[in-house]
């Protein structure tokens, strides 16, 4: 009976019908609890819904369920992480992700190309809640004028919870209306730190890594760069690092080995020009 209740939320979810497959995913663990698939399979479903506290609850559900060890525990961490970013909580978003990415790279998971994703997400929200904090610092009037920010999206954000308890609004409404919210403080946000840098004549501004410079395997700043033969380029000391004990490219998974490396020098040359100009960036 179980079964055939996931079955049917699998059926709905592929159909784009979300809050149909909630609801099937919801009694498939109302009969058996015990299976993590129903979690994981609903924690998905909450994620296109955007319900990121349920999804926190059913991805930790899901990985208590399977255990530290398996494989198959793997994208309920993914969605664990996902989660707790959308929650604002990227210190445990990086510390859950790290452990799963390492250990997804020892059993040579399929999952490993989108943990390193979601650790470089998870690192990139660490940085940039640095950079607010020290922007705050440095000006006051700033730190206020996105205090406001904040607050007023706060109060909106409240104003339209109220109105789906209501039902005034349906749940994809609910979604868009909360999307464009968001977008809409964010955008302000960069227009009132683009007035503050014009002002201060470069002085007040978010400093940012281009994502090409970024270590897959590490998540540094690159110093030494190679190409694997898939095309992607790491750093040489955690590539040579990997191949010679995994035998495999980290992303494709297929054989090569250290000779099979060649030196990047387009990208090394960008990587010292950037980090000549952006010391800062060593300690990303």
Avoid: C
Wanted: aromatic residues 8%; hydrophobic residues 40%; negative net charge.
């Amino acid at each position: 009976m179980a079964q055939a209740l996931k079955k049917r939320g699998n059926e709905l979810y592929v159909e784009g019908d979300f809050i149909g497959a909630e609801d099937y995913y919801s009694q498939a663990i109302a009969k058996d609890p015990h299976d993590p698939t129903f979690f994981t399979n609903r924690a998905v479903t909450r994620i296109k819904l955007e319900k990121w506290e349920d999804v926190e609850h059913d991805a930790r559900a899901a990985l208590s369920l399977y255990g530290k060890k398996d494989p198959a525990s793997l994208k309920s961490s993914l969605y664990l992480a996902q989660a707790l970013l959308a929650l604002n909580r990227p210190q445990e978003a990086y510390d859950l992700t790290i452990v799963a990415y390492q250990f997804s790279l020892e059993v040579r998971n399929v999952q490993t190309e989108k943990l390193s994703g979601m650790l470089l997400r998870a690192k990139k929200a660490l940085w940039e809640a640095r950079e607010t904090a020290r922007l705050h610092e440095m000006d006051e009037t700033l730190k206020s004028v996105e205090e406001l920010i904040s607050a007023d999206l706060m109060r909106a954000e409240k104003e339209l919870g109220d109105q789906l308890a209501k039902q005034e609004i349906g749940e994809v409404g609910y979604r868009e209306d909360l999307r464009a919210l968001r977008e809409d403080a964010a955008k302000k946000v960069s227009h009132v730190r683009e007035a503050f840098r014009i002002s201060s004549k470069g002085d007040i501004q978010e400093r940012v890594v281009p994502d090409y410079l970024i270590d897959g395997i590490t998540f540094e700043v690159m110093h030494d760069p190679v190409i694997t033969p898939s095309g992607t380029s790491f750093d040489r000391i955690g590539i040579v690092k990997y191949v010679e004990k995994a035998g495999v490219d980290p992303l494709t998974r297929e054989a090569m080995s250290v000779k099979d490396l060649r030196p990047n020098y387009a990208l090394k040359a960008a990587s010292e020009e950037f980090l000549t100009k952006n010391g800062w960036a060593v300690d990303w």
